[in-house]
Structures are given as C-alpha cells and as structure tokens.
C-alpha cells in the first residue's frame, strides 16, 4: 500500500486515496480475503437481464447478498436459481466501484438439502396440476403395434440397449434415438427439444415420424433426475401430439413427466414392454381365432345343410304340383272348341234377329204411313199456325226419318264387320286348320278315335286329311260313300 501513498501534506498525518484507488483496494481485498467461497441462503429476488446475465438475492433472515452469474456461466449451473429455493452457491466475492457495492460472483448453484428440492418439486406439481397438465382426459391411448419408436435417452448408456434388446424379443419394431444429456444443466433443454423434434418430423417423410415416444433413464438421485422436473420438460411432454412413455429412473422414482406422460413404466424395459405386444403370444392368437373362425364357419355350413334337407323333404314333388294344372288345361282345351261353336252361332242369330226388325223398307213404310196420317190432319185444319206446325213437325220427321235410316245402315254395316271377324276366328280355331298342319282326324261309325285302343277294336277306319278321307279295313272294298258331315254345318249368313 506504500506505492498507492503520497508523501503526507505538511501539518496533516492521514494519506490521501483517490475513489478509484479506494475501490481497487477494497476490491483485491475482498477477492484475497474470502477467494472461493459457498453460502447457503434463501433465493430472493430474481432477475434475467436481455443480456443473458442473472441477478439474484442470496438472503436469511438479517442480510442480503446480491449474487450474479454471467451469461456464459449460466448453462454450467445444475439448478436455475427460483425465488424462495434455499440453495448453496458457490463463487468468488468481488465488488462493483462503480456503485460502491459488494456481489458474488456464481458460478454453481446446488438446492440446499433433499427436502428443499422436495419442497420445490411440490411447488411445480401443484402448479402444473392446477393447469390442468395431469388431467386424465388429456392422455393419448398408446397404439397397439406402433411401426417407429423415438426413444429419447443417452446413446451410451445401458438403458438403450435394454430396450433395444427387449424390443427385439418382443416384436422387433424400428427404432429412432435421439440423444439427450440425462443430467445436468444441459438434461432439460435437451429432452424437451427432442420431444418437439420428433413431433416436428413430417409423418411418411424421409426420417419417418414415430407412432410412440419413449423418455427413459436409469436410476440416480434426486439431483441426478432433477432435469425431468424442470417445467420446461412436462410441458413439452403435455404439447406433444404423440403418445408418450416416461420410464425415468427405478420404480420408487418420481419425477414430473411422469404425472403429465401419458403413460409411466416403472423402468425402461418395462418401457419396451408397454411399447409393443409380445409377438409369438400374437402369433398363436391369431392362429386360435383363424380356427375358431374356420370351426365356426364350417359348423354353420353343416346346419344350414341340414336345415336345407328338412325343408326339403317337406316340399312336393314338381310332378305333383303340375299334375292338376294339367288336367286343368286339358278340361278347359276340351270346352274351348263348344264354347266357340256356340258363341257364334248365338251372335249369328241375333245378328238375324236385329237385322229382320231394322230394315230400311219397314222404316220407309212407316215414316209414309205418318206423313200420310199428317195429311189427312192438315186437310182438315183450316188455320195457318196450324199449318205451319205442321209443316214443321213434317220437317221434323223427314229429318228424324233421315238419321235412323242413317244410323241403321251404320249399325248394320258394323255388325257385319263383326259377324266376318268372328266367322275368320272360327275358320282359325276350326280342326280344318289343324288338318292343314299336318294332323289327320281318325272316325270308325261316324265316332272320333282318339286312342289306338280303340282303333283297334275297329274293323274299318276313316282318316280325314287337309284334301280329302281315306277309308281302311272293310270300308275301303265297298264302294265309297260320301263323308260324314262336320258337325254341324253353320253355313255362312251372307
């Protein structure tokens, strides 16, 4: 300290500093003083500058201690300082002259005992819950045989390759690894970029997007998993679209992403074993139902079989179902030609009927014997209004006159149109046709023969053609005698 002083004013005994002098004294001071140190305190006030650096209080119940970390120091630190977290930092004491003021430089920040990072735990899991981020609604049903699984973990580590070997036992399933650090200042940042990562991947792209991610890790302390309580990490795990499984730590393990994953396996081969069903149990499965399904398709063929074969013994034979239709036709084929024959015969008589009452000479004759009688009545009335209603009322029947001899002639004509058209249809439904297609009419006696039964009872037959009879047996060496007439001739009315 003798170079910084002067040599003392006369009549004065204290020496004189200069304000930079002062600082830079207290300064090497403090730092030779105390060098390296760890204070435990509670964290107070809390404030991240834009330039990356941290300001934070240190504070117990009667001081306060300003800390800072540097914005190139904060990555190293394990746990990120939150107001009211009791900690130990550790730095190196320094002072600020510029504004007179003493800090601590830190550079590692650890939580002050189990029970206060407990405490902290708890602190985030009431939070997180009251957002809704463990609510039950918000899981996602694991798929059943996802085809790619994104396993976010340390590549050199054991646990990898426990599921990649379970994996492999179970039902060999393609595999993408993202490597994270699984402790640290870095754990946090990392697992929660890899879980937006693998949600970012464009589904059939080159790198194919999982069906299911897997967040595991292997035992440790609790400060060894505190990077799986950050809320940075549950929160990316709540964002994600696809399911996801947490398998950090052993069993007795908890951590935060467990409470918002949407499934938790006790540890990372359990993992594996949620992840995907066991193959050979898959296998023999499906083989069970393939023959349960063959039995019971074979069981339904037979008794739709049998129920085939009940019913149809109780269905007739078609023989006997035709049976009466037949004798039906027959029966109706027999009276149709009758029916005919006498259906004309009757139109023809009351064509003669009507045609005997309505001739034009009776109408004439009659129509002359009123215009006589209308003569004889005009001669002897002398009035001329008389006069003309007569005239008109003669008027009136000439006209009369005129239209029924009209409209006989009419009628006339159109029943003899009919009378023709039914004569035709009965030259058509005539056997004189049938003869002419080649069929011929057997008689013996006058009488129809229509089995061979009978013609051979017979000593003479006559066979009727289209062009004529010829007689056989003892009817052919008399002398012919003339054919039998139809029955019965109808002759024609015209």
Not at 24 to 52: D, H, M, N, P
Not at 221 to 244: C, H, K, Y
Request: net charge positive; with cysteine.
């Amino acid at each position: 300290m003798s170079d910084l002083l002067d040599d003392p004013i006369p009549g004065q005994n204290t020496p004189e500093y200069t304000v930079s002098e002062i600082s830079g004294e207290v300064k090497q001071t403090l730092e030779g003083s105390f060098g390296r140190i760890r204070v435990r305190g509670e964290v107070g006030r809390v404030f991240k500058a834009r330039s990356g650096h941290l300001y934070y209080d240190i504070k117990d119940d009667r001081n306060v201690l300003a800390c800072t970390t540097w914005k190139g120091q904060v990555s190293g630190l394990s746990v990120v300082p939150e107001e009211g977290l009791e900690v130990v930092v550790t730095g190196r004491l320094t002072a600020f002259g510029a504004q007179s003021k003493y800090n601590l430089n830190v550079d590692e920040v650890s939580v002050a005992g189990q029970g206060a990072l407990m405490a902290l735990l708890e602190k985030r899991k009431k939070q997180l819950e009251s957002e809704g981020l463990f609510a039950p609604e918000r899981k996602k049903p694991l798929p059943y045989l996802p085809q790619v699984i994104g396993v976010v973990t340390s590549p050199s580590g054991a646990v990898i390759r426990d599921i990649l070997h379970r994996l492999r036992d179970r039902f060999p399933r393609k595999v993408l690894i993202w490597p994270v650090a699984v402790q640290g200042a870095n754990c946090a940042p990392e697992v929660a970029h890899a879980i937006n990562g693998f949600n970012q991947l464009t589904p059939g792209g080159a790198l194919p997007r999982p069906d299911l991610i897997i967040v595991a890790r292997g035992g440790g302390s609790i400060e060894d998993l505190w990077g799986f309580n950050e809320e940075i990490v549950a929160r990316a795990t709540s964002a994600s679209d696809i399911p996801l499984i947490s398998a950090v730590g052993h069993e007795t393990d908890t951590t935060l992403i467990d409470f918002v994953s949407d499934q938790r396996a006790p540890t990372p081969t359990a993992a594996a074993e949620l992840a995907v069903p066991v193959r050979m149990e898959l296998l023999a499965w499906t083989g069970e139902q393939r023959a349960r399904l063959s039995r019971a398709a074979s069981d339904a063929v037979q008794r739709r079989m049998q129920r085939l074969r009940d019913l149809s013994r109780a269905l007739p034979r078609p023989d006997s179902l035709l049976n009466t239709p037949r004798q039906r036709l027959d029966l109706i084929a027999d009276r149709l030609t009758p029916a005919l024959t006498r259906g004309v015969q009757n139109r023809r008589l009351q064509v003669v009927e009507l045609s005997a009452h309505l001739r034009p000479s009776t109408l004439r004759g009659l129509v002359t014997t009123r215009q006589e009688s209308l003569r004889n009545l005009s001669s002897r009335l002398s009035l001329r209004p008389i006069q003309r209603e007569i005239d008109q009322q003669r008027q009136n029947l000439t006209r009369l006159g005129d239209r029924m001899n009209t409209a006989q002639t009419t009628r006339l004509d159109r029943l003899q149109q009919q009378l023709e058209a039914t004569d035709r249809l009965r030259e058509t439904l005539s056997y004189k046709a049938t003869l002419k297609r080649g069929y011929a009419v057997v008689r013996a006696d006058g009488d129809v023969i229509t089995t061979k039964v009978q013609a051979a009872k017979q000593s003479a037959l006559e066979i009727e053609f289209a062009d004529g009879i010829l007689s056989t047996g003892a009817a052919a060496k008399t002398s012919p005698k003339k054919p039998k007439p139809d029955a019965p001739d109808q002759g024609s009315l015209f």
